[in-house]
């Protein structure tokens, strides 16, 4: 191995009896192993093939590194991008397998540790051959900046600040990136993958699955099961039906069924068609009469049932009536039966509460008039999966009246009026074995009177204390609930299901999971540290090309060394090794 090391001053002992040993054993040396020929060749510049440098300074391999970085960077932005596009890049609806769990937990670090064992080859070589690349130098060094240099066993993050003020570049470059793989990318890298619970939404199509029946049906469907299920919910806990509410009925429907993913807690949402009811009510104009107390609405109808919400016979303090149009067998009273008996009035009913504590008989009732209308609106609609529980409603248009042959409204009411059927069926049971019978749980909350069928379902869904009712306005939105109740669950049961080609809307399923995300803050803060390593590996490249090399091999040994100052022509090895241990001992 030959080195060609140009000395300055060098700062040994010239002293004769010194300077004649060392020639004497130079030329000894010299005139034993080498032929004439040889011997001159090797004093004096080397020759154009000592330019030896390591496979890790060489520009294949330290490109090869940036390509691989520059990889890096564009994969993590890639799983960055789906991350927060699909709300995750890897999901499951239980445990994730073994497969996906090592893939985010434990590969991210191995690969991080891969690189690092590599660019550790590199740093290595860079801080191991510094000072023979600075020994190539035209002008040579100085033993403190050349052969007295130890970065590789320097503190890792002073060997660049060293280097740096020394102005060797190379370990600077090196030293650097070392500690950004070593100190940031490798430990930031365990974090960026994490599992989370996250909502996935997947665009699909939906179409509506039953549609309203003919309205010459209505009357032999409408029957008392609607009232049944109302019982159920308002005393029994029942759920309400899918595509049900207190805000009306919509019409149901499914979506794609290629779309209908198993996440939790899922819901649809689409555009449809809601179905609801509102009352205008309005306070009842109370007069005294023979019979006891009647009631106007100001207009066409005067009634008159006599006592009123409470009879004289009752013990209960509190009394409630509820007096639709119609006239049944079943009920006491009818606004048509009680002198209201005219088409413009064939649509209200009269609210009664009573309150027998009060000296003043009219002092104790409240009592009001409603008539109510039923429309239809269009809507986005969120149904829960697979109840389809209504969880939101967003109007989409104006509502419009439903009109009489869409809705056989005249049926409804005489049902929720009477709590009969309209139109009687021949069956095994009376017609008295439909009835709903309140009356026990009502006495129970301390009601008493005459009990009629919506009396139950009004107080029964509104929950409070039979003191609030004194208050007429939250009577009225008692008895409008309740109304609205039945109005949805009758309309569901008029349902039927949809045949032939149906409109498909455009709709959102959507659901939780667990799923792997990229924890997008510490993805930046590792694409930075990347980036800033493909920085110093290109700065290192063009730097390593460009730099003198006068080593014919690599001096991984002290013998390699020891060989390589010994065969330095004439007296320069014997100068530089006095030079390099005259620096050792004044340093």
């Given at each position: 191995?030959?080195?060609?090391a140009?000395?300055?001053?060098?700062k040994?002992?010239?002293?004769?009896?010194?300077?004649?040993?060392?020639?004497?054993?130079?030329?000894?040396?010299?005139?034993s192993?080498?032929?004439?020929k040889?011997?001159?060749?090797?004093?004096?510049?080397?020759?154009?093939?000592?330019?030896?440098?390591?496979?890790?300074?060489?520009?294949?391999?330290?490109?090869?590194?940036?390509?691989t970085?520059?990889?890096?960077?564009?994969?993590?932005?890639?799983?960055?991008?789906?991350?927060?596009?699909?709300?995750?890049?890897?999901?499951?609806?239980?445990?994730?397998?073994?497969?996906?769990?090592?893939?985010?937990?434990?590969?991210?670090?191995?690969?991080?540790?891969?690189?690092?064992?590599?660019w550790?080859?590199?740093?290595?070589?860079?801080?191991?051959?510094?000072?023979?690349?600075?020994?190539s130098?035209?002008?040579?060094?100085?033993?403190?900046?050349?052969?007295l240099?130890?970065?590789?066993f320097?503190?890792?993050?002073?060997?660049?600040?060293?280097?740096?003020?020394?102005?060797?570049?190379?370990?600077?470059?090196?030293?650097t990136?070392?500690?950004?793989?070593?100190?940031?990318?490798?430990?930031?890298?365990?974090?960026?993958?994490?599992?989370?619970?996250?909502v996935?939404?997947?665009?699909?199509?939906?179409?509506?699955?039953?549609?309203?029946m003919?309205?010459?049906?209505?009357?032999?469907?409408?029957?008392?099961?609607f009232?049944?299920?109302?019982?159920?919910?308002?005393?029994?806990?029942?759920?309400?039906?899918?595509?049900v509410?207190?805000?009306?009925?919509?019409?149901?429907?499914?979506?794609?069924?290629?779309?209908?993913?198993?996440?939790?807690?899922?819901?649809?949402?689409?555009?449809?068609?809601?179905?609801?009811?509102?009352?205008?009510?309005?306070?009842?104009?109370?007069?005294?009469?023979?019979?006891?107390?009647s009631?106007?609405?100001?207009?066409?109808?005067?009634?008159?049932?006599?006592?009123?919400?409470?009879?004289?016979?009752?013990?209960?303090?509190?009394?409630?009536?509820?007096?639709?149009?119609?006239?049944?067998?079943?009920?006491?009273?009818?606004?048509?039966?009680?002198?209201c008996?005219?088409?413009?009035?064939?649509?209200?009913?009269?609210?009664?509460?009573?309150?027998?504590?009060?000296?003043?008989?009219?002092d104790?009732?409240?009592?009001?008039?409603?008539?109510?209308?039923?429309?239809?609106?269009?809507?986005?609609?969120?149904?829960?999966?697979?109840?389809?529980?209504?969880?939101?409603i967003?109007?989409?248009?104006p509502?419009?009246?439903?009109?009489?042959?869409?809705?056989?409204?005249?049926?409804?009411?005489?049902?929720?009026?009477?709590g009969?059927?309209?139109?009687?069926?021949?069956?095994?049971?009376?017609e008295?074995d439909?009835?709903?019978?309140?009356?026990?749980?009502?006495?129970?909350?301390?009601?008493?009177?005459?009990?009629?069928?919506m009396?139950g379902?009004?107080?029964?869904?509104?929950?409070?204390?039979?003191?609030?009712?004194?208050?007429p306005v939250?009577?009225?939105?008692?008895?409008?609930?309740?109304h609205?109740?039945?109005?949805?669950?009758?309309?569901?049961?008029?349902?039927?299901?949809t045949?032939?080609?149906?409109?498909?809307?455009?709709?959102?399923?959507?659901?939780?999971?667990?799923?792997?995300?990229?924890?997008?803050?510490?993805?930046?803060?590792?694409?930075?540290?990347?980036?800033?390593?493909?920085?110093?590996?290109?700065?290192?490249?063009?730097?390593?090309?460009?730099?003198?090399?006068?080593?014919?091999?690599?001096?991984?040994?002290?013998?390699?060394?020891?060989?390589?100052?010994?065969?330095?022509?004439?007296?320069?090895?014997?100068?530089?090794?006095?030079?390099?241990?005259?620096?050792?001992?004044?340093?």
């Amino acid at each position: 191995m030959t080195l060609w090391a140009p000395t300055g001053p060098a700062k040994v002992d010239n002293s004769p009896s010194t300077r004649q040993q060392v020639d004497r054993n130079e030329e000894s040396h010299h005139i034993s192993s080498q032929s004439p020929k040889q011997c001159q060749k090797s004093v004096g510049r080397p020759t154009q093939a000592s330019s030896w440098k390591p496979v890790t300074l060489r520009p294949p391999l330290l490109l090869s590194i940036v390509v691989t970085t520059l990889a890096f960077i564009a994969l993590l932005e890639y799983l960055s991008d789906k991350s927060r596009v699909d709300g995750g890049i890897a999901f499951a609806k239980g445990e994730f397998s073994s497969t996906v769990s090592f893939a985010y937990k434990y590969l991210p670090i191995l690969i991080a540790v891969l690189y690092s064992i590599l660019w550790s080859w590199i740093d290595l070589d860079t801080k191991r051959l510094e000072p023979y690349f600075q020994l190539s130098r035209p002008t040579g060094a100085e033993a403190a900046d050349s052969i007295l240099l130890h970065y590789p066993f320097d503190f890792i993050a002073y060997a660049p600040l060293k280097a740096l003020r020394r102005r060797h570049w190379a370990v600077a470059f090196a030293g650097t990136s070392m500690m950004l793989i070593f100190w940031g990318i490798t430990p930031l890298v365990s974090s960026v993958f994490a599992q989370s619970t996250t909502v996935v939404e997947l665009n699909t199509t939906a179409r509506p699955t039953a549609t309203l029946m003919a309205l010459s049906d209505q009357s032999l469907a409408l029957n008392t099961g609607f009232m049944m299920t109302a019982y159920g919910i308002t005393w029994l806990g029942q759920e309400t039906p899918g595509f049900v509410s207190l805000q009306g009925a919509l019409q149901p429907f499914e979506v794609d069924a290629s779309q209908r993913q198993e996440f939790e807690n899922r819901t649809w949402t689409t555009k449809t068609t809601l179905y609801g009811t509102s009352a205008n009510c309005n306070a009842a104009i109370i007069r005294n009469t023979t019979s006891g107390l009647s009631y106007s609405n100001g207009k066409e109808c005067e009634a008159d049932p006599g006592y009123g919400p409470l009879s004289p016979w009752s013990s209960s303090r509190f009394g409630c009536l509820y007096i639709g149009y119609y006239l049944s067998q079943f009920t006491d009273y009818s606004l048509d039966g009680l002198g209201c008996a005219s088409p413009a009035n064939s649509h209200l009913f009269l609210a009664l509460w009573g309150d027998s504590s009060q000296e003043n008989a009219s002092d104790g009732v409240k009592a009001f008039f409603c008539e109510p209308s039923y429309w239809t609106q269009e809507v986005i609609a969120t149904v829960t999966v697979p109840g389809m529980n209504i969880s939101k409603i967003t109007p989409q248009g104006p509502r419009v009246g439903l009109k009489d042959s869409q809705f056989n409204r005249t049926a409804f009411e005489y049902g929720i009026g009477t709590g009969t059927q309209a139109v009687s069926q021949r069956a095994d049971i009376s017609e008295t074995d439909n009835l709903i019978d309140q009356e026990a749980v009502l006495a129970r909350i301390g009601l008493g009177g005459t009990i009629t069928n919506m009396v139950g379902f009004a107080l029964g869904l509104s929950s409070l204390d039979l003191n609030n009712f004194t208050d007429p306005v939250i009577l009225a939105n008692a008895f409008e609930n309740a109304h609205k109740l039945l109005h949805a669950l009758a309309i569901q049961q008029l349902m039927r299901p949809t045949t032939g080609d149906v409109e498909h809307q455009t709709a959102t399923s959507s659901g939780t999971t667990n799923a792997v995300i990229v924890v997008r803050p510490l993805a930046i803060v590792v694409e930075i540290l990347l980036g800033m390593v493909v920085l110093l590996v290109l700065a290192l490249t063009v730097h390593s090309s460009k730099r003198m090399s006068q080593m014919n091999g690599d001096p991984a040994s002290l013998t390699d060394v020891v060989a390589m100052l010994s065969n330095e022509g004439g007296h320069r090895g014997a100068d530089f090794i006095a030079e390099a241990r005259h620096s050792e001992q004044s340093s």
